[in-house]
């Protein structure tokens, strides 16, 4: 019932470590490889680590990412029942992350 809205958070983190990369990109190649490859989600997160200065950021970020995507896949595409305690929990993993992306 609440598929829609661990899709929203994931969603926004994802564009908002895009947003950072496009922005603070250091050479047009990083730039084309986010925007062309085929797997840029993985890209995307692969990129933004990199630009994440602290190591524990880093990995919080990675392993709460993580986290969100295998809740996205889940409510998306396995149709899993999303309550509304588990959009909850995704909306405020994704504000987690997003502070990080801030920073």
């Known amino acids: 019932m609440y598929s829609n809205s661990v899709q929203c958070a994931y969603f926004s983190c994802l564009q908002l470590a ?5 922005e603070k990109a250091l050479n047009p190649n990083q730039l084309e490889t986010v925007l062309s490859d085929s797997k840029s ?3 995307i997160l692969q990129e933004i680590l990199k630009l994440i200065k602290s190591p524990k950021d880093s990995g919080n970020f990675a392993e709460r990412f993580g986290k969100l995507k295998r809740w996205r896949i ?5 149709d ?6 588990d959009a909850d929990s995704a909306i ?3 504000n987690g992350l997003i502070y990080i992306l801030k920073k």
Do not use: P, Q, S
């Open 80 to 85: 899993h029942d999303i309550k509304e305690d």
């Open 18 to 22: 895009k947003a950072n990369i496009l």
């Open 41 to 43: 989600h993985v890209t």
């Open 74 to 78: 889940n409510a998306i595409y396995k």
């Open 92 to 94: 405020n993993l994704a």
